[in-house]
């Protein structure tokens, strides 16, 4: 049953071509049994009119702070009591610079400071006005004031441009605020997420590295996140942005990463290791650039690293531990050696031979497997795949806590 049913969604659309899919969003809202209100910008009803929005909704759509239709005036402080949630989807950059600095310049923005809903931002915008450094430090204000940042995607853009700043989907967003009204199945829970690749280095100018980019351990603390977990992310080195929300410590080689991790696994109820750890280091860092001068060859002795999940497995008070495998052949069967050899209560298997998937691709299609069988998961976006994942891993972590009992 959704737990959308009978809430009062107060849906906020400001400018942005994404305002078109905030139409959808009514409709899969109301599909879901929510009753939905909306208010606009000024700018948003030059994409949008305000009459798609009274059909889709079957309210009358608010755009004014000043109305006089509302009771005594006060139209923004009866809005802002209605809802049992307030999203904005699209949030332009502007709405969201507004936010931050608590301005309350139109009605949208006033309802924003009158509720004591959970707020609920989608941002969508150019992908260069969402990494420019006012809009990453407006949303960090933002987040540190509880509001939930959703969001955005990668792709393409309406303008031509490829990168970050796409509105999540009607679903996606629809499921993010499902999770809000059930608090999250991690709720409580603190969960340490390891990611991307380690680098090894050989001396002050090259290292040892892999493809890993980061993208599946990312999206998998987003998913733990948005599951209400106090969420840890160790991450080694990538071009990704930081999550909002999530506590991320930046990592370079593989020990480092095993210190932190036994440090802050301590106390935790789940661990999910999904760096590409490298499993070899060279044995000597040369603390000058090595001269290649008169040198045809270069004899590199590589020394093994620790495994950072089998330590943390061999805790004392150990979390819920879940690792992955990356195999090119035999998928199944090595990651059901991985699974007993490192002490796993789980693993989650990929070929890494396959391009269009695994590393460096938006897309994964993995096996999750314990000691009685496993589940396929297809070919789909990483973050759709991680938000699955982390519901079956919750349910499971909840039974093995049940059974401990
Ligand atoms: O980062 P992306 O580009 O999104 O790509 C995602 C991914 C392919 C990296 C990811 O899906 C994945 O498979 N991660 C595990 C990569 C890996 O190192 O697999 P492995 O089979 O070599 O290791 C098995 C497990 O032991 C993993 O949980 C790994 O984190 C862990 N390990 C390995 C070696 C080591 N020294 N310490 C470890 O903790």
């Not at 959808?24 to 994409?47: I, N, Y």
Request: charged share 20%.
């Amino acid at each position: 049953m959704s737990g959308l049913i009978e809430k009062k969604i107060l849906l906020g659309v400001t400018a942005g071509i994404a305002a078109y899919k905030a139409a959808e969003l009514v409709r899969q809202l109301r599909q879901r049994g929510a009753c939905v209100k909306v208010v606009m910008t000024e700018s948003a009803q030059a994409f949008v009119s305000p009459l798609t929005f009274q059909a889709l909704s079957g309210q009358p759509v608010h755009t004014q702070l000043l109305d006089p239709a509302a009771e005594a005036g006060m139209g923004h402080i009866e809005l802002a009591k209605w809802a049992d949630i307030l999203l904005v989807a699209p949030a332009s950059a502007n709405f969201l610079a507004r936010l931050a600095t608590g301005q309350a310049n139109d009605l949208l923005t006033t309802v924003c400071l009158a509720t004591h809903a959970p707020i609920v931002v989608a941002p969508a915008m150019n992908q260069a006005m969402w990494s420019n450094p006012a809009t990453r430090h407006n949303c960090q204000i933002i987040a540190s004031r509880g509001i939930r940042i959703i969001g955005p995607a990668n792709g393409s853009q309406a303008c031509g441009d490829v990168g970050l700043g796409r509105m999540l989907e009607a679903q996606e967003i629809t499921e993010a605020l499902e999770q809000v009204t059930t608090g999250g199945l991690l709720m409580g829970k603190t969960v340490v997420i390891t990611a991307g690749p380690t680098r090894e280095p050989i001396d002050p100018v090259r290292y040892i590295t892999n493809h890993s980019s980061g993208k599946m351990g990312y999206a998998l603390a987003a998913a733990a996140r948005e599951e209400g977990a106090n969420t840890i992310l160790i991450s080694g080195p990538t071009s990704l942005e930081p999550l909002f929300g999530v506590r991320t410590i930046r990592v370079e080689t593989a020990r480092q990463m095993l210190d932190q991790a036994l440090v802050l696994s301590g106390g935790a109820d789940l661990f999910i290791g999904c760096a590409a750890v490298a499993d070899y280091a060279p044995e000597q860092v040369a603390l000058q650039k090595i001269k290649k001068d008169g040198n045809e060859a270069l004899n590199l002795r590589l020394v093994k690293n620790p495994d950072v999940v089998a330590a943390v497995a061999r805790l004392p008070e150990r979390p819920f531990m879940v690792g992955f495998a990356a195999e090119t052949e035999n998928v199944l069967q090595h990651a059901r050696e991985k699974l007993h050899r490192k002490n796993l209560d789980l693993v989650i298997a990929n070929d890494v031979a396959d391009s269009a998937i695994g590393f460096n691709s938006d897309r994964n299609a993995v096996w999750l497997l314990d000691a009685a069988g496993e589940i396929a998961y297809p070919e789909q976006d990483k973050r759709q795949l991680a938000r699955r994942l982390m519901q079956e891993i919750a349910a499971r972590l909840e039974r093995h806590n049940s059974r401990k009992l």
